[in-house]
């Protein structure tokens, strides 16, 4: 296999990780944001996956009901949403939240994840779980599987809907904002998250079930658009929020915040204000290699994409770049394949990389011309220029 298939297979690979999880380090911030009450908390760039804060990040806790994300993207990557699916009898009665569902009702599955997220209904958890899982143990299984897949660490799901059945139902802070940045990047869930009322059907009555979304964030926040709401006994107040700015979007979690709504506030003001995004490369810039090679005339590398990335101001001094090349000579036979990637450092850490392809630049025969006409008469310039100066 040569160099250059190996390199095609590898960009694959790494778009695939860059998707599922994104790079992902830590800042080391030189402030923090105003006092939480969270016991834990933190605060994640949802495109890049950096986790921009951390309180007792790592820390296993309860929380409850933010659960649902993670019942809420399986289901929407597992199953089809205009499916009709119809609620089993353990789905019914289930306590806490509800969408009051009925025995053998039938809705869609859509209809079902806007019950399941905006008024946190556990007969919808229970309902989606069955349906894509078989079984609720099955979905949990799911589940898990999918946190694994995202790098949640230190996670493992019991259930679909949060309920505190089992001291072996946990996350944290940083796994849950890894979460939340992994879904909010699936247009389906976006949707339904930022959603503040939704009419559903409700069989056998007169009118629609109305839904209101519990998360007041998407009022009381300016560019507030998700996520989810949680609460029980043991866990206490939990609170995924997300809101963007400027095309930009943030995700924050709040977990025992007696205060959540203004913790999750003063949180994304921080997280806006302290770390802009830096563009490190465009699509198509010319990149330098930093090795020896050999580069035949009329032949440049260029980003295949762009790469942008949240630092404070006090961090661009610590950036780097590496150019990582797959050939040592580079020919204008060369154009248009993937031949190297320009890696970016934060200190020590790999923060991101873009592929790189050859470009060749062929002059015309005209452009060839005009420049030797422009040299020559450049030149002749510099005679006379350099003549009547000297005299």
């Given at each position: 296999m040569n160099v250059r298939k190996q390199l095609s297979g590898v960009l694959v690979v790494f778009l695939l990780i860059q998707l599922l999880i994104g790079p992902g380090t830590l800042a080391k911030a030189a402030g923090s944001p105003p006092g939480l009450s969270a016991e834990g908390a933190a605060l994640i760039d949802v495109t890049s996956g950096r986790i921009l804060y951390s309180k007792n990040g790592t820390k296993k806790m309860r929380i409850a009901s933010l659960t649902k994300t993670m019942t809420a993207i399986v289901a929407i990557e597992m199953g089809k949403l205009d499916t009709v699916v119809t609620v089993p009898p353990e789905a019914v009665g289930v306590e806490g939240s509800s969408i009051y569902l009925k025995r053998s009702e039938k809705l869609t599955l859509e209809e079902l994840l806007y019950g399941l997220m905006l008024r946190s209904g556990n007969d919808a958890a229970v309902t989606i779980a069955t349906h894509i899982g078989g079984s609720v143990p099955g979905f949990t299984y799911l589940m898990n599987e999918k946190a694994a897949l995202i790098g949640m660490e230190h996670t493992n799901f019991t259930n679909p809907h949060g309920l505190d059945d089992s001291n072996m139902h946990y996350s944290t802070a940083e796994d849950m904002a890894k979460l939340s940045a992994y879904a909010l990047r699936n247009p389906t869930f976006r949707q339904i998250v930022s959603t503040k009322v939704k009419d559903i059907s409700w069989e056998g009555e007169e009118w629609d079930r109305r839904l209101l979304n519990k998360n007041k964030m998407l009022h009381l926040y300016n560019g507030a658009d998700g996520v989810k709401t949680g609460y029980t006994k043991l866990a206490k107040r939990c609170l995924a929020s997300s809101a963007t700015r400027d095309g930009r979007q943030l995700a924050t979690i709040t977990l025992n915040a007696s205060d959540d709504w203004n913790d999750s506030a003063k949180l994304l003001d921080w997280g806006f204000a302290n770390f802009p995004l830096k563009k490190l490369v465009s699509l198509?810039?010319?990149?330098?290699?930093?090795?020896?090679?050999?580069?035949?005339?009329?032949?440049?590398?260029?980003?295949?994409?762009?790469?942008?990335?949240?630092?404070?101001?006090?961090?661009?001094?610590?950036?780097?770049?590496?150019?990582?090349?797959?050939?040592?000579?580079?020919?204008?036979?060369?154009?248009?394949?993937?031949?190297?990637?320009?890696?970016?450092?934060?200190?020590?850490?790999?923060?991101?990389?873009?592929?790189?392809?050859?470009?060749?630049?062929?002059?015309?025969?005209?452009?060839?011309?005009?420049?030797?006409?422009?040299t020559f008469w450049q030149k002749v310039w510099n005679l006379v220029a350099g003549g009547l100066w000297s005299a």
């Open positions: 198509g810039q010319n990149v330098q290699p930093q090795t020896p090679i050999t580069m035949e005339a009329g032949t440049h590398l260029v980003a295949m994409n762009g790469f942008q990335y949240p630092l404070q101001s006090s961090e661009e001094s610590v950036m780097r770049t590496r150019v990582v090349m797959g050939e040592s000579n580079v020919t204008a036979k060369m154009d248009g394949q993937l031949v190297g990637f320009l890696q970016f450092y934060l200190k020590e850490d790999m923060i991101g990389q873009v592929p790189l392809k050859v470009d060749v630049t062929e002059p015309t025969w005209t452009s060839q011309a005009e420049s030797s006409t422009q």
